[in-house]
């Protein structure tokens, strides 16, 4: 027995330890198990949330609409968000902010900046001195900036999105138009941490649509490429995306269907804001001629009045795209002055004649960064809300040249629905079908640095030079390693933008600064001094573009390498060790293992990630080109093989990294790393030899130039401000709800006073005394409710509630009584019958005992005299006293007589039939008297495997074997008496009555 406990325990090891494995992982996921998404458009956003059980599902917010407007209107002493923020636009347009995420990433002098002074000047923007950005100033104390306010819009919709999936939620994917360079999309990225949001990606708005399309088109993508166009306005700007389907061969999953990024063109202004701010300033001209002679105020002047006319411009713009002309009207439009003027589609497209022509530029830049013609799109798809103004379409629909415009997909939420796809697939909380996706870079970014050559003897000059990091249209995410070679000191080399000749002169002031960052290296020097005997491979900087189209520098190595002759003979047991593991999990002893494991950490460090992987050789041009300055920089680089790299984030000391290698093209027919031994001629010929790396790391001191990020400090007291302003929001809808519910108990109670039910339970004092409380507590609310605290309220509502605790008992068990009672009542005699039907059964079929029978007839008994004594007892007293007969005593009595019955129940379902007896002779008992022709004729089939043993029975009538099955009853196999059983049954015996027949 002990070995047998010694031979299980390890399995019982392993299985506690799986077990504790999986818990681990529930509890890791078990606060992410709802994702969402965030589609931010400039006017609106609309969220979206994957949960189990809850497909890709828009949220509605708290008005029961699937879209909320960002807007956010802030004061002294309170905050409103969504529609509620849209309805104050009107009545405090000062302190209403839309459109903010314009000036997102921007410094003070960018030209969208003074844009947005023009279209909404009733804003006051002062200058950040550390960042030279912009901030609202609401007032002397309340200023925030952009990356503030969008934070509390994201804070809003993760709060909208837990409401509805009434669960907390931390990761997201948030849409951003494709056109965000590095410090827009880092913008996002701080506005995100400010709101406490975990960003999963930022994900392009036209890649989410296309993503989304793709999603519920999965069975149309094959392996032949389908070239289709986007064209998305949207409120604030335009965005047109040419994209090719189809499938590709993946690693892990096989053929999957995969979305390529092969153009993308874009109007930074031209969207259905423009439009409605064409519209308002007519709509203001109009309401001014009308008001010409009355030598009255500009109407321009007035910010509420400006609110409404945009308001109205809004609503007009999307009658318009459906009727001919609308009245545009508005109501006391300013001094009590009604405005009345009729507006004609002929009117609004004159207008807006000059956005109409520039709706066909976003296609041709698309179609020139994607080498493509017209003949190759197989259709043009519209997304956005301003598509849908007809001129829009007419002007589209001559520039492509198509019979018709794709209208098959939802304009407002395939970015939403998209993105949260987006999100399943990122999470570890669900599993989706794959669906490779290859974004591309918009703006290429290249790095640059100079050196000193000697072009000829003697004579020494600074070359500058430049190298291209990530092309334009080139896919990410993806890792780039390039690598200095004439390096042996501390030196500083740029990151800046590329070549951005394909955006007009107005782009690129509104782009900003096309310098990146200065990076210096510190510790050149010391590394070279550290390793003299060393050969240098040169100053490796490894870069990274993300999954959400940012930049950054992973880290800086100094890489050194050196031949080491190996004696296999004098390997180190800790060695032999390592590589006898590493021979079971694959490693191998042939050339083969030596250039894969190479490959795995290179792969590891500087290949993409699945979907967006670089073409072959691009990687290694890079490094080629640094490695070799006398060449010409414009010419074409020779291809380098790639070498490896240490793994992100580890900082290898000289024991450290002595075991890794770099593999180079000569070194192909030199022997494996350590513990591989090489081939038997080789051994024969010469000692094995190793190559020896080490890799230092090297200090880096980053100056962005762009635009700095908030430091540290500030965003904690940006973290905190937020998180201020929610817990006062949050207390003061505390407040509100006590004094709405203290104000309903009121208006309710005092009502209820006066219905029969209630005066049936109190007398006419008891009454009194209440509703005298009530008016004060009424007079009270009116007079000092405002000024009155949480607490102050809600030990009000206490009080009340306590007042009127004995009336509001009395008629609720009033109201339970017939239900409970008619409920009891039944219960009493259905269980009257049952016992009566089981003192009925024969001694010899009898399965309960007398004891038990006994029990429950004592129960039954009890429970009759204890409701007819209670009833007698409650009909004695008044209504307006407090009752004897109680529900609960109701719901207790009935608890404890059905647990009795239950019981019962459960013992006739499971006990098996009693043997019948035999006689001496061994022939079957006779059948009792009261048994009929077709009782002793029963047929009982046989278990499977058993033969009977007596003659073959006619087949019985057909209304008894179609009812045999479910009245057949259980048989007893491999007991003493079973094959006699058995042999009863057969011939005629007839069957035990079934428990639930009593």
Not at 785 to 811: D, H, P
Not at 847 to 853: G, K, P, S
Not at 948 to 972: G, N, Q
Request: include cysteine; charge should be negative; aromatic fraction near 6%.
């Amino acid at each position: 027995m002990a070995a047998t406990v010694r031979r299980q325990r390890p399995r019982r090891l392993a299985c506690w330890a799986l077990v504790a494995v999986l818990l681990a992982d529930l509890l890791a996921l078990s606060d992410t198990l709802a994702v969402m998404s965030v589609d931010l458009g400039s006017e609106s956003m609309k969220v979206a949330i994957v949960k189990p059980g809850v497909p890709m599902e828009i949220v509605l917010n708290k008005e029961s609409r699937r879209k909320t407007p960002v807007t956010v209107t802030l004061k002294e002493n309170e905050r409103f968000l969504g529609d509620s923020a849209a309805g104050m636009a009107i009545k405090n347009p000062k302190a209403t902010l839309r459109y903010f995420q314009h000036l997102l990433g921007k410094q003070a002098d960018n030209p969208h900046v003074a844009l947005y002074r023009d279209r909404f000047p009733e804003h006051e923007l002062n200058i950040d001195p550390q960042r030279q950005t912009v901030r609202f100033q609401i007032s002397p104390e309340l200023q925030f900036s952009p990356e503030e306010v969008l934070g509390m819009v994201l804070n809003y919709s993760r709060s909208l999105a837990e409401d509805f999936a009434e669960q907390p939620i931390k990761d997201a994917v948030i849409t951003v138009p494709a056109f965000f360079n590095q410090a827009e999309r880092r913008a996002v990225l701080q506005a995100a941490r400010m709101a406490g949001l975990k960003v999963l990606q930022l994900i392009n708005d036209n890649t989410a649509t296309a993503l989304s399309y793709g999603v519920f088109r999965r069975k149309d993508i094959n392996s032949t490429a389908q070239n289709v166009m986007f064209y998305d306005m949207g409120s604030g700007s335009t965005v047109c995306t040419i994209v090719t389907y189809q499938t590709v061969k993946t690693k892990e999953a096989g053929m999957q269907p995969q979305l390529q990024i092969r153009g993308v063109g874009f109007d930074r202004t031209l969207g259905g804001l423009e439009m409605e701010l064409r519209l308002r300033e007519h709509l203001a001209r109009l309401f001014n001629e009308q008001r010409k002679g009355q030598k009255a105020k500009d109407v321009r002047e007035n910010p509420r009045a400006m609110a409404k006319l945009l308001r109205e411009a809004n609503r007009l713009k999307t009658v318009l795209s459906a009727n001919a002309d609308h009245m545009a009207q508005i109501e006391g439009l300013m001094d009590d002055v009604d405005f009345k003027a009729k507006v004609t589609r002929v009117e609004f497209e004159e207008l807006c004649a000059d956005l109409f022509e520039r709706v066909p530029g976003p296609v041709q830049q698309a179609l020139q960064s994607a080498e493509m013609s017209l003949d190759e799109i197989e259709q043009v798809i519209l997304v956005g809300g301003a598509t849908r103004v007809p001129k829009v379409q007419e002007v589209l629909l001559k520039a492509v040249g198509k019979e018709e415009l794709g209208k098959n997909i939802n304009a407002d939420e395939a970015a939403a629905m998209g993105a949260v796809y987006q999100a399943a697939a990122l999470s570890k909380a669900f599993k989706v079908k794959p669906f490779v996706v290859r974004d591309a870079v918009i703006y290429p970014i290249l790095v640059e640095f100079t050196r000193e050559v000697e072009e000829e003897p003697g004579v020494r000059s600074l070359k500058h030079n430049k190298r291209v990091l990530f092309s334009r249209m080139g896919p990410y995410p993806q890792r780039k390693v390039i690598t200095f070679n004439r390096y042996s000191h501390d030196f500083n080399f740029h990151i800046n933008y590329g070549d951005l000749g394909f955006l007009g002169p107005e782009d690129l002031r509104v782009f900003g600064s096309q310098n990146l960052t200065t990076v210096k290296l510190k510790g050149v020097g010391e590394s070279f001094k550290k390793y003299p005997d060393y050969e240098s491979k040169g100053i490796k900087a490894h870069f990274n573009l993300d999954e959400s189209g940012v930049l950054s520098l992973d880290r800086v190595e100094s890489v050194f390498e050196t031949l080491v002759e190996e004696n296999p003979e004098e390997e180190s047991t800790l060695t032999k060790l390592g590589n006898t593991i590493s021979s079971l999990f694959g490693g191998g002893t042939s050339s083969d293992a030596k250039e894969n494991g190479t490959d795995a950490v290179q792969e590891e460090e500087e290949s993409p990630t699945e979907g967006s992987k670089e073409e072959p050789g691009e990687q290694t041009e890079l490094k080629e080109e640094t490695e070799a300055p006398a060449e010409d920089t414009s010419q074409p680089p020779p291809p380098e093989s790639k070498g490896a790299a240490a793994p992100e984030g580890e900082k290898p000391d000289d024991k450290g990294s002595s075991d890794k290698s770099e593999a180079q093209p000569e070194e192909k027919g030199q022997s494996g790393p350590e513990g591989v031994p090489p081939a038997p001629e080789e051994e024969k010929k010469q000692k094995p030899a190793r190559k020896q790396k080490m890799v230092e790391e090297i200090g880096v001191e980053l100056a962005v130039l762009d635009l700095p990020d908030l430091p540290e400090d500030e965003l904690a007291r940006s973290v905190q401000k937020l998180e201020d302003l929610t817990l006062r929001d949050l207390a003061k809808q505390e407040r509100e709800k006590a004094a709405n519910s203290l104000e309903a108990f009121i208006f309710e109670t005092q009502d209820k006073l006066y219905q029969p039910e209630y005066q049936e339970v109190s007398t006419e004092e008891q009454r009194e005394e209440i509703s005298g409380k009530l008016s004060a507590a009424s007079v009270w609310l009116e007079d000092e409710g405002f000024g009155a605290t949480t607490v102050m309220l809600k030990e009000k509502l206490t009080e009340l509630r306590k007042l009127c605790q004995g009336l509001f008992f009395r008629v609720e068990e009033r109201r339970k009584w017939p239900e409970r009672l008619s409920a009891l009542d039944n219960l009493l005699n259905h269980s009257s019958i049952f016992l009566k039907g089981a003192r009925l059964l024969p001694e010899m079929d009898q399965i309960f005992t007398e004891v038990e029978m006994t029990t429950l007839e004592k129960v039954i008994n009890d429970t009759w005299a204890w409701k007819n004594a209670t009833l007698a007892e409650q009909a004695k007293l008044p209504a307006t006293e407090k009752p004897v007969l109680l529900s609960k005593d109701i719901e207790a009595k009935m608890m404890a007589l059905d647990r009795e019955v239950q019981y019962l129940l459960n013992k006739a379902k499971f006990t098996k039939p009693r043997p019948r007896p035999k006689d001496k002779n061994g022939t079957r008992t006779e059948p009792p008297l009261n048994a009929s022709a077709g009782d002793q004729g029963e047929k009982v089939i046989p278990p499977a495997g058993q033969t009977e043993e007596a003659k073959p029975i006619l087949e019985p009538d057909k209304e008894e074997t179609a009812a045999e099955p479910a009245d057949s009853e259980p048989l007893e196999l491999g007991g003493p008496g079973a094959e006699s059983e058995q042999k009863e049954q057969t011939a005629g015996q007839k069957r035990p009555m079934k428990n639930d027949e009593l």
